[in-house]
């Protein structure tokens, strides 16, 4: 048995469309987390794992910390504030810049209450010029002390082994919690909600705001396993939604529908053939109920 062997959890935190999913993706080198421009994408804590010689790493990817204005806006809140419990070390993501403002500050209070080592990723530093990024890490150092700062670009893959290598200085010793063939503990239906979800988001633009919840109602491998048949129902809030979703002759729908079996196929490797419906459930977004139902309570 190996006594140098690390294991634990980090946590990666930040702002809305600071590129957290994105990092995280590009160090398991797997589609987990969906990513989009638009904020506030991921809405459940997803575990993903990363294993290599020194050790393994299970990360907590966190809805961004924002203020709650609707019973899913809580709950968002309450994930990131649970994950922060569970973490051995925080990955605090932040643009490439030296505005800081009353955000990062009250996120920066939060941390100094929490007595873990946090590492600061000053993330998408190939938007910016390489002589400014010093002036960056000076501007956040006066915010608090962290017990790394990071420039990288998670888009770019530049500097990520810096981080995992930091990762590691802060994480216990201990056992392996997962096979090394694990990227994630998510359901693989919850995964290919999200991937749905996901197209649905891109393919609409700005035409549709957050108000879309995906849920598979069949996953089924046909005998001989080289086909499997999804159902899927995409739930909108307004009937006008539902209109522009579906789009004129089916058009819009059919759009999502082929962008998300071209990935679904990618990860399952097999076969898929998927069917989507649209629904419409007024204020989905202030149920306790849909919520749950949506798997969104965990
Ligand atoms: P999250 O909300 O923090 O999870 O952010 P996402 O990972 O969804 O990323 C939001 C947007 O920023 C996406 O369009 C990403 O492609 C983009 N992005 C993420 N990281 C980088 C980076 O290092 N450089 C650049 N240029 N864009 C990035
Ligand atoms: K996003
Ligand atoms: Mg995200």
Redesign the pocket.
């Known amino acids: 048995m190996k006594t140098d062997y690390k294991s634990g959890f980090a946590a990666i935190i930040?702002r809305?469309?600071?590129?957290?999913?994105?990092?995280m993706n590009h160090l398991i080198g797997q589609k987990i987390?969906i990513?989009?421009?638009k904020?506030q994408?991921?809405r459940n804590k997803i575990q993903t794992v990363y294993t290599c010689e020194e050790g393994q790493i299970v990360f907590l990817d966190t809805p961004?910390i924002h203020k709650a204005k609707n019973k899913l806006g809580e709950y968002m809140v309450n994930v990131a504030e649970r994950t922060f419990k569970d973490a051995d070390v925080i990955l605090w993501?932040v643009e490439p810049t030296t505005f800081i403002g009353a955000g990062e500050r009250h996120i920066a209070e939060q941390l100094k209450n929490g007595n873990l080592p946090v590492i600061l990723v000053i993330?998408?530093v190939?938007?910016v010029k390489k002589e400014e990024v010093l002036s960056f890490i000076d501007a956040y150092r006066k915010i608090m002390d962290f017990a790394e700062i990071i420039p990288a670009?998670?888009?770019?893959g530049q500097n990520l082994e810096t981080v995992i290598t930091s990762i590691f200085k802060y994480l216990p010793y201990g056992p392996q919690f997962y096979d090394e063939d694990t990227v994630t503990d998510q359901p693989q239906r919850q995964i290919v909600a999200e991937m749905i979800r996901e197209k649905a988001l891109r393919t609409l633009e700005e035409e549709i705001p957050h108000g879309i919840a995906v849920t598979i109602d069949t996953m089924k491998e046909r005998p001989g396993g080289n086909l499997v048949d999804i159902e899927a129902t995409i739930i909108c809030e307004r009937e006008s939604h539902k209109g522009i979703i579906i789009g004129k002759q089916g058009v819009m729908l059919k759009k999502i529908g082929s962008a998300a079996r071209f990935e679904i196929e990618r990860m399952l490797e097999q076969k898929v053939n998927l069917k989507l419906w649209v629904k419409v459930k007024k204020d989905w977004r202030d149920s306790d109920y849909l919520i749950k139902n949506f798997g969104y309570d965990k």
């Open positions: 930040g809305p469309n600071v590129g957290k999913s994105t990092l987390a990513t989009s421009r904020p994408t991921t961004g993501l993330n998408k190939d938007t670009s998670a888009l770019r």
